[in-house]
């Protein structure tokens, strides 16, 4: 059956029964993973699921996880964490309710794919196995026949069968031939190029890669074609050609599958000169394969390292492919059989040997540390084996360590790096800084379980003042990330008990309490600072803002004054007008909300402006707000001649309004100061939303006539009924009516009601 | 008057007609080219004569006559050129001068011939009158019924130029339309600089109006620009109304210069409403050019004009090189740096775009750390206790932690957390729980996802007992393969949970037996490679609340009533759970039956 009648019809089927959404998410999923836009895969896939599940269609659900898979392993090499997923799905796909789908037979794929990632040429038998179980049951007619001849292809590519491949695939084409799909042998052409590569069949290749060339339109696609490219005009010596059509290394990035065969590439380009062989090339390797050995696909991080290796080796650095070996060897037993791998070892190994022992020796007649330091240049792979000869003689020197653990990450070895520092540290523990930058190696990598592990057994143990502090330190920013406050203040308590002046620390801490509620302790903290410093800091800020909060004029006084603030009054709350400002509230559901205030003191303001009914009402709130300005932190924008905005921190008084619409006809300016005045009896304000655009017209061919739209703002003790009395009154000797709905509704007067919607239909308000 | 008749130099009959109709995906494509045409004699004439001349286009529709007449005051064509470019496909002299012209200003856009063939498609029978500024004194009248013959004929001299009048086919009627070719002109045309009047009693050129990034931005008022930005964009938005426009600037790596705009329509997360107009010396190439857009823009229309984009034959695409990538970059960076922009300054609308395209702007996000971070904290994830931004969530759940349920609803864990009246983020909506985990990559906090081993190890704090209670409680609750985990977690007035264990339940159903009936031997090896390395013994785990009264009383009481209590809590926390597996002992009406019954034992011994 064709799998792709059966999507076109399913779909067909789930626009027919409203089911947009699911047809919509369906069509962008694969879309999506070949064109390596798997950000949005993962975006959508588990709504499309949900969605095949509520609608209880086991074979939607099939295709949808078998298209999350090809994502996840087939462009991502997931293996790892996608296995049990893939073993669930072939479990999900043979059941009674889906053994029929035709994608059934693409899970079966699905698995094969992890096993060929995971280790391709160990699993040669069983894939083969699978294959053939498979193609029994298929003729060349079916879609699938491509995919699985492929996968047979390959598989006999990963055995080094390379003739047979080549064969097996003649008789599937011709077997297309019979079937009158001839033209679709050239979607086997992966395994076929890769067959006649390995043959050194280069010109071949080319060829069939021409022929190819307008087969596939994705950007996975021209990727692969563009990566082929490269590397067949490599092996055939024309790397002029080879150069440009190697994509940048950024672009393959994100996508695993095109990895191996850029790695191939550029690997035959360095070790013709026509790219850098150098370190910067080495840490690509080093990513790639690092991605590789963390996604369980151990084979191809084997091969990487040992092409990472020979690369080190040609441009003269035996040391580094000497750790290589090392990654290397600590895979072989992730391997599923070693096959060749302990060989290819032994012989890369070999070659170290030689070019170690005619490695010129490196001057080592440095006085002191710090001349091994002034020795250090540009190329980090240079400087490591400087910093590695001196630490042979300073072993305990601590920068040393840390320039060494530098260059490490430079040259693109994260772990090693941190290796190092580990070992360090097990026979120096006091080193703080090497403490310090340890734990934010881990840190910054997420490793935060073996950070917490490493600090609390450091904290335990008898070291210098120092360390401890540095481990502190770590813990107090891990718990901050991760939202737990009360876990960092013990640690930052435990800081300022040994170091009372660590301004750092102590503003940190006063933080926090303000973030748990802690208003005193907060101050108190703050207190502590603007004593011990002369000049004025962020904590002055902090300090009027909590002070605020806790009404305490004196401080915020002191500290205004510190920082310069003018014209504060001497006694008593600070309730100034020190001009206009515009407040944003960050409302419940998160939405931010901004209005014009008067700023009342340094950290005050009080709103001016009425939000409209169906947003929260803050008019004549006061306010305080964090005093860096949202518009400060952009230059571009502090240009603009307009207020500055501040964050609201807390409402400390609620202006206590609620407001409603007055909507109709302008009863000109007059009339409207006179409602004004009357509405201010009550307590009540009116803003004028409306200008001069706003224009109304009776249902009649009447000319326009200029509207009033506008907010009123009740107190919420006023009654309603008497500012309903007031309007009513105030405006029934109109030319034209007003009305006042929002109000009349609360009052559940229907008559009114009915009224005042007669005339919003008549004036199309 | 003598009068020839010729050939075209294409003596492949038929072919006229199929590359005609099949060169250009629509018809009216003619419009574009015949303008073009017209236009570039103006150039040509400006550039070879010395005439001083104000160069205009005519534009005449006749629905009664079913015309229309395309007419120029430029360089006109002799004899000679009439037979040579006219009427030679694919030969131009617009081709030959753009290639020595030097000048941007003098700009010169088409392919005549070719150009001209598109008249064709749409006319049964075309005529052209035309006196060049070299022989002022000749007229030549051109008619064509086919595009393989065509006759030539002298004619009084006209004024200098050119005047191509379409006898419409009976299907292209709708292009005598005055409305019909405004509509067109607005679009195709509205860069070119030679004024293009429609149809002469309307006083201004249709192409009166320069695209916003011509304007100069010294004498033009900011809010009168963004209003021409927003008209502009109107023009060239099929489906939508804009609700803000970006400007795209030249960069150092691309001349491109153009608008982009924000649709005023809600869209849901993947929906793609991407358009981008390409022109290329001032004309028209492309209106859907939407890949030059990123794939996150599914909500944003463009149009961008760059010399350096190379036009496809049809010139009705452009091709997809180097210069092409370049835009694509620059048009992804105008549009980061234009919604940062507006979410500084214009804040009613950012608001409003927030609004509108709150699902789209979440896979946007996703896609680029600079938005993510101009967003982070405006979007609104979808949530039990509704939408909300998530420093609304890390408000509501203390401690900045983000609950997100991946699951089906009415898991226990989103009970338990619903009882609570914590937000839970429903992490099957569209972005959803990529957007948290990003954000709390960025900025702190953490995700915790319910019904993951590390989500329940976090929600269920593990707490140790004694070995006698611990053993005491695995007797009580639990059956063969289950496990008693004591741990502390909220509300304490729910006793316990229950969660199967995945890896137990994958393991079975690839080992069962009957598995080799329904699936391939080879493959099945495969799946139990892996399933065999699964150490899975326990089928399910019982998460017990050392703070709830019911476990206290549990572990003090004796006898028959420790039987009790422990009965209703199995019977009560399976009917909770929903579950019912054979496979993990957990069998539904079994625990009906023992709830009943032991309610029923309670009441008894309570009348005792």
Known sequence: ??????????????????????VHLMRMLPHYTVNEEHVQVDALVPEALALARSIKNPWLEVFLRHWYLQSRVAHRHDVTDMLPEAVSLLEFAHRDETRDCPQSICAV???????????????????????????????????????????????????????????????????????????????????????????????????????????????????KKAIDKARIMAYLGSYEEAKPALPDFATIAPTPRHYFHWAEAAKLLAEAAVIPNDCYLNAKFQLMSDKFSHNGVVRAAFTLVLWQADLALKRGRPKTATRCCERAEALIPRLRKPLDAPQLLAEMRAKITTALTNLPTITTAWEHPHHVIEALGDDPETNLDILEEARKRWPEHENMALFTATAYDEIGEHQHGIELLRQYLESYPNSPDVVLKYGLLLFNEEQHEPLQEFVFAMLKRDLDKEVHLNCHRLLTTLYDKNGDFELAKPHLLSLLE??????????????????????????????????????????????????????????????????????????????????????????????????????????????????????????????????????????????????????????????????????GVHPGEEALQQLKDALAIFGCSCQVQSGERYQLQRDDDSEPMLGLYAYIAVPETQSLQEVADLLATM??????????????????????????????????? | MTTTLFKTQVNLGGLMEVLSKNLYSTPTVAIRELVQNAHDSCVRRRIESQDDFEPMINIITDQTKGTLVIEDNGAGLTHDEIINYLATVGSGYTRFLRDQQANDDEMMIGYFGLGFLSAYVVSKRLEVWTTSYQEPENGWHFTSNKAERYSLEDAPPQPTGMRVVLHLSESFLDLADAFVIEHLLTRYCSLLPVPIYLNSHWDEPVNHQPPPWRLDKATVSPIILKKQCLEFAKRFENSFEPLCTIPIAPTKDSNAMGLLWVQDASTYGTSDHRNITVFVRNMLVSPDERHL????????????????????ASREDVQKDGTYEKIQSQINEALIEGLANIARKELSTWRRLLKRHNEGLLGAALCDDRLFKVLANDLKVPTSEGDLTVPAIFERSHHHKIYVSIGEEGSYEEVIFRALMTPIVSGIRYAALPFCQRYTELFGGKVIKLGTQSGNAIVFKREKISDADQQKLQSLLAQTGQKVIPSRFQPSHLPMVLIPDRDYQLKQRVEADEVDRRIGAAVLTLARDYTKKLQSEISAYFYVNLDSPLIQRLLSATGETQQQIANLLRSFTLMMGRHHDDKLGIDLSEALATFSETILQLIEDKKV
């Open chain 2, 293 to 312: 857009l990123p794939v996150w823009a599914g909500f944003v229309g463009g149009v961008i004009e760059s010399d350096d984009l190379t036009p496809t």
């Open chain 1, 498 to 663: 040994q170091e009372p002046d660590d301004t750092e620390s102590r503003t940190w801490l006063a933080e926090l309490e303000r973030k748990t509620g802690h208003l005193e302790k907060a101050l108190q903290h703050l207190d502590g600072l603007v004593e011990q410093h002369e000049e004025t800091g962020n904590y002055d800020w902090e300090r009027m803002i909590v002070a605020t909060l806790l009404k305490d004029w004196d401080k915020v006084r002191h500290s205004a004054d510190r920082l310069g603030f003018e014209n504060i009054p001497t006694e008593g709350p600070i309730e100034q007008n020190r001009g206009l400002c515009r407040i944003q509230f960050r409302e419940a559901n998160g939405e931010s909300m901004t209005y014009y205030a008067i700023r009342t003191g340094p950290v005050t303001a009080q709103i001016l402006e009425m939000a409209s009914p169906s947003s929260p009402q803050h008019y004549d709130d006061t306010v305080v707000f964090e005093p860096i300005s949202v518009t400060e932190l952009d230059e571009a924008v502090a240009q603009d001649d307009e207020e500055l905005i501040y964050t609201s921190i807390q409402i400390t008084e609620a202006g206590g309004y609620t407001s409603y619409i007055l909507d």
């Open chain 1, 731 to 765: 405006t029934q000797d109109y030319a034209h009516p007003l009305i006042w709905q929002g109000i009349v509704e609360k009052l559940g007067d229907n008559e009114e009601q009915e009224r005042q919607l007669r005339i919003e239909e008549e004036y199309g308000l």
């Open chain 1, 109 to 223: 794929q699905d698995l094969t794919n992890c096993y060929e990632q995971a280790d391709g040429p160990a699993y040669v038998e069983e894939r083969l196995a699978v294959a053939n179980e498979t193609l029994a049951k298929i003729d060349a007619t079916w879609p699938c026949f491509l995919c699985i001849s492929v996968e047979y292809a390959t598989a006999l590519v990963d055995g080094k069968r390379y003739e047979e491949a080549l064969a097996f695939l003649k008789q599937q084409a011709h077997a297309l031939l019979l079937a009158n799909q001839h033209e679709d042998r050239l979607n086997m052409r992966d395994s076929w190029i890769e067959a006649l590569i390995r043959l050194q069949r280069y010109e071949e290749a080319y060829d069939l890669h021409k022929q190819a060339s307008n087969l596939g339109r994705s950007k996975s696609a021209r990727l």
């Open chain 1, 1 to 22: 059956m064709d799998i792709w009648k059966w999507v076109l019809e399913t779909q067909k089927d789930l626009t027919h029964q409203g089911h947009h959404r699911l």
